[in-house]
Structure formats: C-alpha cells, structure tokens
C-alpha cells in the first residue's frame, strides 16, 4: 500500500491539483480528506472538495474542519480563488456527502488508530491540525509527519511578511511549528518555481479527458486572477506537498527552527528561521520532474 496520508484543504485551485495528484499517483494512500476555511469560508471549500472528489470519483470520506481561526478575524483569499473558492469548473448533481463526524475529531481518532503511519498533508491554513493537537495531545509522538503548504523566509503573498495560509491563522502555524512534530515547510521559497505557463496548460487540455476539462476550467480562471495581481502564471503551490511525499529527491532543503510573528501586527504571520533542525524547508525543486509526475496522476483518472 502507499503512504498513509490525511489531506487538510482550503479547496481552491491549487488544493484541486493536490487532490487530482493524491488521487491518482499509487503511492499515496488517502485515508481522508478533511476541509478548513481558508481560500473560502467553510461551506464553500467542504463543497468544492466534495465537487471535485465526486468528479474523479475518489472514494476518500470527506470531512468538515473549522469554520474559523483560533484567535484572529476571519479572512478568505476569494480574489484569488473567485466567491465559490474554486470558480471556472461547474459540477453536476453530487452524490459524495461530508461524514457526521468533525475533521478534527477524524484526524485525532485516525493517528491513535494507526500510530506513526499518519502523514498529516495541511495545504490550508493550521487549524484543524493544530485543534487535534491542543484536543488530545497523546497524537504528537504518533504523527508520522507534516508536510505543509505554508510560510515564506522571504517575501510573503499576502502581506509584505507573510504568506496566505499562515496570515489566516498565524496561531495556529505557532501551534504546529512548536509541536515536536517532524515538519516538513513548502513555503513559497520553493512553490513559486513551479508556475503552469500557457503552453503547458494546453497540453492538458488536448487529453479531453473528463479530469482535464475540470482542471483546465480552474487553471483558466488561476491564470487570469494571479495575472490581474500581479503574478505572470499561477504557482502549483499545494501539489509540491504531494510531490515530496511521492518523489522527496526532486526537492533540495535547508534545516531551520521556525518561529511565527503572532504579537507585531504589521509583521503578524511572518514565518522567522533561525538556528536549528526542527523544520525541513524546500528551498530548490526539480520544476521538469514535478510535471512528470502530475502527467502520471492524469493517466489514472477519469
């Protein structure tokens, strides 16, 4: 069996990608799928994630997270994302439904129930699993791993200082990077060197595939709404994390100690490196390698 992995998404554009390769690459093997507010508030992402997982037929249950950050005031990337969180594809009637039990709850019972196999995959903000952690303290030492989409030790997305994820609930991020917890960070020190230019994107269009015309539809609005602010392609943010778990050597690293700006308001979120090995953080990705393996998930699904 592959790699036991429990998905944390904000379902936007790039979390669909993450889904499409955890789907579909082998090695992954998805216990489920728990959803945050982030990109959108809580309805819209568990809706998108259950949309796309009902498209491809992924079989995966589908939980919902929290509906918002510990601390701070609520706040959504829909300028980026569009109001649903994942505009340009359009679903038909969906038959999956969200399972009664809460995410956290599903995180906290999994990891006991399967203790150092569970690979937490957070590509949203840190809520959900930094809850699980404050809930039942007893998951820490049984966590295989986190391997999160977040943080920045440059140039943050959403303000000078931070990145998206972790401006939504820097709290959180604290929670997390402090837990003990082998961590690995795909900030945007290395996700923004895998960007979907036009000529790629048309690639994957040409397959006609019933996959293809969901993720050409969303890449086609990323592309126009990452140009409009600025960006010349939409980065594979989210897909990096799926990508280390199925081909780690395809990415470079650097270990830091990660400590995040929760009390300077300006700077709240910053992802600050300092001496140590307690985080992994991707520093250099093999941009070729990764298409290869996207390539290979689209070959096993619909």
């Known amino acids: 069996m592959g790699r036991k992995i429990i998905l944390d998404v904000d379902t936007g554009h790039d979390d669909m990608i993450a889904i499409l390769m955890a789907s579909g690459l082998k090695e992954i093997e998805l216990m489920g799928i728990v959803a945050v507010t982030g990109n959108q508030v809580l309805e819209k992402t568990l809706n998108n994630t259950l949309n796309v997982c009902d498209y491809i037929g992924e079989k995966a249950p589908v939980f919902a997270g929290s509906g918002r950050p510990l601390v701070r005031d609520l706040v959504v990337a829909g300028d980026i994302h569009g109001e649903s969180g994942l505009d340009g594809p359009t679903f038909g009637p969906r038959k999956k439904e969200a399972q009664e039990i809460g995410g956290v709850h599903f995180i906290i019972e999994t990891v006991l129930a399967n203790p150092h196999e569970i690979t937490l995959v957070p590509t949203g903000p840190l809520t959900d699993i930094a809850l699980a952690i404050a809930l039942e303290p007893k998951i820490v030492p049984l966590i295989k791993e986190i391997v999160l989409m977040g943080g920045s030790l440059g140039r943050g997305n959403k303000t000078p200082y931070a990145e998206f994820n972790i401006y939504a609930d820097a709290e959180a991020a604290q929670i997390v990077f402090k837990s003990g917890v082998p961590i690995v960070m795909m900030g945007l020190d290395v996700t923004l060197q895998v960007q979907l230019d036009r000529a790629r994107l048309e690639t994957y269009r040409v397959l006609q595939t019933k996959t293809s015309e969901m993720f050409s539809a969303s ?84």
Request: one cysteine or more; glycine letters at 6%; proline letters at 5%.
């Open 219 to 302: 890449m086609d609005h990323y592309m126009r709404a990452c140009q409009l602010h600025g960006f010349d392609y939409p980065a594979m943010h989210d897909p990096c994390c799926i990508a280390y778990l199925v081909q780690p050597d395809l990415f470079e690293f650097a270990k830091h100690n990660i400590d995040v700006e929760i009390y300077d308001k300006q700077k709240y979120g910053q992802t600050i490196a300092s001496k140590g090995d307690g985080v992994l953080v991707g520093k250099k990705v093999d941009e070729k390698r990764f298409w290869k393996l996207l390539d290979r998930a689209f070959t096993n699904l619909p």
